[in-house]
């Protein structure tokens, strides 16, 4: 094979297209994750903070209660159930939400971004 160059070798140029698609879409990938990522993590947080204020309530509600602290981890823990459920939204379904809206979100401004640079 020695002599050619990779012009004329149709593998080493497929190659090197195929290396190149690689890093641009990495490219888009890492850019995508840091618009992303912080979002969630901040969507992540206010969430856990709010789930926190129920559980601190309900362990508070709890203590005043005749009970094994087995009885009472239980009640608080039903207690937090309870409220998250009657108040609409479950963590998970509220956590998925945020992920997929600010999914959505970062990924049309990217869109955008990219169609106005062409």
Do not use: C, Y
């Not at 690689?22 to 888009?28: A, C, T």
């Not at 995508?32 to 309900?58: H, K, M, T």
């Not at 009640?75 to 600010?102: C, D, L, R």
Request: aromatic share 6%.
């Amino acid at each position: 094979m020695s002599g050619q160059g990779t012009s004329s070798n149709p593998l080493i140029a497929f190659a090197q297209g195929l290396e190149s698609w690689f890093e641009e879409k990495e490219q888009d990938v890492v850019r995508f994750a840091g618009n992303f990522l912080p979002q969630i993590g901040n969507d992540l947080e206010v969430a856990l903070d709010d789930l926190i204020g129920i559980a601190g309530q309900a362990v508070l509600t709890q203590a005043a209660t005749a009970g094994s602290g087995a009885e009472k981890f239980g009640s608080a823990v039903t207690n937090v159930m309870q409220i998250v459920e009657s108040a609409g939204k479950t963590v998970a379904v509220q956590t998925a939400q945020m992920a997929v809206q600010q999914a959505f979100l970062t990924a049309q401004s990217h869109a955008q971004s990219a169609n106005s640079g062409s």
